[in-house]
């Protein structure tokens, strides 16, 4: 997927760095618009904040902030009350493709805590780096969090996301393939004609049907893509497809749905040209693809998706 670079949304990411204090001790609650909930000590605090930012349960998230809540991000900025911080975390629990951070990871890196538990103020001083699959490489900062009596009361961050830095490239295209090996070994299913083979192939794709198409592929597939890039065998194809057909707020594109517009057929190889629609999508997306069938199967495609060319809607 083609990155969202919103250079001005500092205000809505630099919550996300209030969050990277790893503890297993949360109390589990049923979460509240406007009810306040304390934590046994201050390390249960930020876990709890971890937890409910990375799920984007923005009530649970609230529910640690008194009225007095004051977050101070990079440049100066301070942003003041319950409203205000709000409508921070709203904003980074939108999915990435309409301008969040929903889907970024926070690890701990190293940790200090400055105040006795018998206290009732506790800071917690955090090293921390943060990753997510739309991230062209991990980003790393520090926070202090100041708890008080089981609420968090003030945090300091460093995050500052005009210097996250995107992947400028599909990201779809080079996941890692989380279906099971075996399932792309041997299950073939031959088609009766060139016709059935693209049909099936754009039935799975537009139906988000993985086993579907890869039931297609022999070992020998190979997939050209623009820029010189070419997938080889199954089990690249199998990882290629399984990111294709990902929810789009994942990095997929799940929801996209491809028309054929014309076609020419010479023996075994169908040129199509097609228009592209989604949702997500500003606009519609035209391209072609040349499918290389033969005894059944697709053993070959050349295609001009550019998934860097897609325009999103904002």
């Known amino acids: 997927m083609n990155a969202i670079k919103l250079p001005g949304r ?30 046994p000590t201050a390390e249960a605090v930020v876990a709890e904040h971890l937890y409910a930012l990375n799920h984007c349960k923005v009530d649970r998230l609230m529910a640690q902030y008194p009225e007095s809540i004051a977050i101070l991000l990079p440049g100066g900025v301070t942003t ?18 309409e301008g969040g951070l929903n889907g970024l990871t926070f690890k701990e890196l190293k ?21 997510a699959p739309f991230l062209a490489e991990p980003y790393y900062g520090a926070d202090a969090y100041q708890t008080r009596s089981g609420l968090m009361v003030a945090q300091v961050t460093t995050f500052d996301g005009a ?19 075996k399932q792309v070994s041997d299950k073939l299913v031959r088609e009766a004609t060139p016709e059935a083979v693209l049909a099936q192939h754009m039935k799975a ?8 198409l890869m039931q297609q592929y022999p ?9 010189g890039t070419v997938v080889k065998g199954r089990e690249a194809a199998a990882a290629t497809f399984a990111g294709f ?9 799940c929801g996209i749905t491809f028309t054929e517009e014309s076609r020419q057929v010479v023996g075994g190889t169908l040129a199509v040209q097609w228009v592209a629609n989604a949702s997500f999508l500003a606009e519609p997306y035209k391209g072609s693809d040349a499918y290389i069938t033969d005894d059944g ?15 999103f809607k904002p």
């Not at 003041?80 to 493709?97: D, I, M, N, Y």
């Not at 210097?163 to 393939?177: F, G, H, I, P, R």
């Not at 057909?245 to 997929?252: E, L, R, S, Y």
């Not at 697709?298 to 325009?311: H, I, N, P, Y």
Request: glycine share 6%; hydrophobic share 45%.
């Open 205 to 212: 794709l537009n139906g988000c049907d993985w086993a579907g």
């Open 163 to 181: 210097e996250l830095k995107y992947n400028d490239t599909y990201t779809a295209m080079s996941v890692t393939n989380p279906n099971d090996p």
């Open 297 to 311: 199967l697709m053993v070959s495609m050349v295609s001009t998706f550019d998934g860097s060319a897609l325009k």
């Open 111 to 131: 940790s200090w805590t400055v105040g006795k538990a018998t206290e009732p103020v506790v800071v917690i001083n955090t090293q921390w780096v943060a990753t």
């Open 245 to 253: 057909v990902k929810p789009h707020a994942d990095g997929g594109l």
């Open 219 to 227: 070992d020998s597939y190979e997939l050209r893509l623009p820029g």
């Open 80 to 97: 003041k009350g319950r409203t205000a911080v709000r409508a921070l975390f709203e904003g980074f629990c939108k999915p990435h493709s």
């Open 10 to 39: 500092a205000l809505i990411l630099a919550v996300a760095a209030a969050t990277v204090l790893m503890s297993s001790s949360v109390v589990a609650f049923a979460a509240s618009p406007t009810t306040l909930h304390r934590q």
